[in-house]
């Protein structure tokens, strides 16, 4: 039982359970009401399951590349070494990542989507590359996490479109619509998940200063890390309050006010606590915070199921 609980940490189940309701939900309460009609099932669970083993290969490859960094900044967490072995942890990641690709193909036909096929590869290599590397950058990593995280609503947007001319070039109402519904809610992803690993970055300075990393904090210091933070936010919050006057005129009272208390609110508080934070604790809840806003955002997919 204590090894299967390391291995769920290992693995960060509750990220992987993220990914399966974002997806279920782009599925279920966008596409399948813009199109009105039913999904392929057995493709869109292959791809589930693609997106999940692929993510959970990605955490198990970054934390063996961190066991110095997270003997410091979170001891209390560490499973590589601790109770799985590292030779078990790089097994389990080649396991997980050869099974993402191989139900990727199993989804997609080669000839229609080899595209997808090689953006999932490149996912496994982009993870890889973050670990060891990317990560240790100023900027870089955190923009590949963040790209990374926005492809978990955009594999399935692409998953619908083949790289076709006929499909590219298409001006149908449905289409239009269904583009503009993906591209909204993956730059949604973008933006949270780039402020939320500068927060991160914010709260493991001491670690990472420690083996050489370069994050933005460190780099530029603390405060140029709040600005940067608190300007994608205002961006964040602008936008969504912009949105909000669209849908209105349309009836979607429900909606806009879900957006205000669950969306809006908690941003323009993590805003106003971003200046006030100074210790680890302090960036480890705006964190989570932030994570709680990105749970939200990704559930007001449910109001497209609702409203016509």
């Given at each position: 039982m204590?090894?299967?609980?390391?291995?769920?940490?290992?693995?960060?189940?509750?990220?992987?359970?993220f990914i399966?309701?974002?997806?279920?939900?782009?599925e279920?309460?966008?596409?399948?009401?813009?199109?009105?009609?039913?999904?392929?099932?057995?493709?869109?669970?292959?791809?589930?399951?693609?997106?999940?083993?692929?993510?959970?290969?990605?955490?198990i490859?970054?934390?063996?590349?961190?066991l110095?960094?997270?003997?410091?900044?979170?001891?209390d967490?560490?499973?590589?070494?601790?109770?799985?072995?590292r030779?078990?942890?790089?097994?389990?990641?080649?396991?997980?990542?050869m099974l993402?690709?191989?139900?990727?193909?199993?989804a997609?036909?080669?000839?229609?989507?080899?595209?997808?096929?090689l953006?999932?590869l490149?996912?496994?290599?982009?993870?890889?590359?973050?670990?060891?590397?990317?990560?240790k950058q100023?900027?870089?990593g955190?923009?590949v996490?963040?790209v990374l995280?926005?492809?978990?609503?955009?594999?399935?947007?692409?998953?619908?479109q083949?790289?076709?001319i006929k499909?590219?070039?298409?001006?149908?109402?449905?289409?239009?619509r269904?583009?503009?519904?993906?591209?909204?809610?993956?730059g949604f992803?973008f933006?949270?998940?780039l402020?939320?690993?500068?927060?991160k970055?914010?709260?493991?300075?001491?670690?990472?200063?420690k083996?050489?990393?370069k994050?933005?904090?460190?780099?530029?210091g603390?405060?140029?890390?709040?600005?940067?933070v608190?300007?994608?936010?205002?961006?964040?919050i602008?936008?969504?309050?912009?949105?909000q006057?669209?849908?209105?005129?349309?009836?979607?009272?429900?909606?806009?006010?879900?957006?205000?208390?669950a969306?809006?609110?908690?941003l323009?508080w993590?805003f106003?606590?971003?200046?006030?934070?100074?210790?680890?604790?302090d960036f480890?809840?705006?964190?989570?915070?932030?994570?709680?806003?990105?749970?939200?955002?990704?559930?007001s997919?449910?109001?497209?199921?609702i409203?016509q």
């Amino acid at each position: 039982m204590k090894l299967l609980s390391a291995f769920l940490r290992l693995v960060r189940w509750p990220n992987l359970i993220f990914i399966i309701l974002t997806q279920f939900l782009f599925e279920y309460c966008i596409y399948a009401r813009i199109y009105g009609g039913g999904t392929n099932q057995y493709q869109f669970w292959l791809i589930v399951v693609a997106s999940v083993f692929i993510a959970a290969a990605g955490n198990i490859i970054n934390d063996y590349f961190d066991l110095n960094i997270d003997q410091i900044n979170k001891p209390d967490k560490v499973v590589v070494n601790v109770v799985i072995n590292r030779r078990w942890v790089i097994f389990w990641h080649m396991l997980l990542s050869m099974l993402g690709l191989f139900f990727t193909v199993m989804a997609l036909p080669v000839s229609l989507y080899w595209h997808l096929v090689l953006a999932n590869l490149g996912s496994v290599v982009l993870l890889w590359l973050y670990s060891t590397n990317f990560k240790k950058q100023l900027l870089v990593g955190n923009v590949v996490i963040s790209v990374l995280t926005a492809w978990v609503i955009l594999v399935l947007f692409f998953a619908k479109q083949p790289l076709q001319i006929k499909y590219l070039l298409s001006t149908g109402h449905n289409e239009i619509r269904f583009f503009r519904l993906a591209m909204l809610y993956a730059g949604f992803a973008f933006v949270i998940s780039l402020i939320r690993e500068v927060v991160k970055d914010v709260e493991d300075m001491e670690g990472d200063r420690k083996y050489g990393c370069k994050t933005l904090p460190i780099v530029w210091g603390v405060q140029a890390a709040k600005i940067f933070v608190a300007v994608w936010l205002v961006v964040l919050i602008a936008t969504l309050i912009i949105l909000q006057l669209y849908v209105l005129p349309l009836g979607w009272w429900h909606s806009a006010l879900y957006c205000v208390i669950a969306i809006i609110a908690p941003l323009i508080w993590i805003f106003t606590q971003l200046f006030k934070a100074s210790t680890p604790a302090d960036f480890h809840r705006l964190s989570t915070a932030i994570k709680w806003v990105m749970l939200t955002g990704i559930l007001s997919m449910v109001f497209f199921r609702i409203y016509q």
